[in-house]
Structure formats: structure tokens, C-alpha cells
């Protein structure tokens, strides 16, 4: 499933450039093209699902919000994050650029990046 105008299954098919740091079967991590931390990457759905349809529950039945969690974990593993610390965003509603969904991972600073939440 792709959404033909979506920069974020461009970069899943290949057709847009981008900076792979761990993937699963059905997600993808990348570096964030703009960090806000140290380390800032997203992990990406290789499905196009749209970012309400997953808050909604539309993808219950496949658990797909375990199945993100995993891919995110395995991620902040990979990094070393687990030991140091990271911060875990899914920007929402008018907070989102982009419909695809997606998490933020970012970390590798002393502080909390973006902020104490």
C-alpha cells in the first residue's frame, strides 16, 4: 500500500534518498533529515497508513501499535539509547507534517531534548 504523493513511502521504495539505521519487516528507521537532538530518527510504517486510522484503532486486530513499539524498542536498542536515555514523540492532529504514520526517537544529549515533558 503507497500513497503516490507521500515523501515518506518514497523513501520506503527507495525512490527518495534517506539514511537507514535499522529496519524490520514491515518498519523502517531512518536518521531524521532535520534532527532537533543528537540523535533523531523516525521509524516508518513501509505500509501507508494514515497517521488518524492507527490513533483510531482501524489496525487493532493486527496489532499493529505492538508491532510499532517492538520496531521502535529494537531501534533505541540499536543505538544504545536504552542506557542514556531518549524521548519518544507521535505528533498529532495540527503538530503533524506528515500524514504517514510515523514515531520520533530522539536522545544522545544530557538534557531532555525539545524539553522537559
Given at each position: 500500500m503507497r500513497n503516490q504523493g507521500c515523501l515518506f513511502c518514497k523513501i520506503v521504495?527507495?525512490?527518495?534518498?534517506?539514511?537507514?539505521?535499522t529496519e524490520t519487516k514491515e518498519f523502517l528507521v531512518i536518521k531524521n533529515k532535520f534532527p532537533k537532538a543528537p540523535i533523531h530518527v523516525l521509524v516508518l510504517d513501509k505500509k501507508h497508513r494514515e497517521k488518524t486510522d492507527t490513533m483510531e484503532g482501524k489496525y487493532s486486530k493486527e496489532c499493529y501499535w505492538d508491532k510499532m513499539m517492538a520496531a521502535v524498542y529494537e531501534a533505541i536498542k540499536h543505538l544504545g539509547?536504552?542506557?542514556t536515555g531518549y524521548k519518544m514523540i507521535?505528533?498529532?492532529?495540527g503538530y503533524h507534517h506528515f500524514d504517514h504514520q510515523?514515531?520520533?526517537?530522539?536522545?544522545?544529549?544530557?538534557?531532555?531534548?525539545?524539553?522537559?515533558?
Open positions: 521504495e527507495g525512490s527518495e534518498p534517506s539514511v537507514k539505521v539509547l536504552d542506557k507521535n505528533n498529532g492532529a510515523h514515531v520520533h526517537i530522539m536522545g544522545g544529549s544530557k538534557v531532555e531534548p525539545g524539553g522537559p515533558s
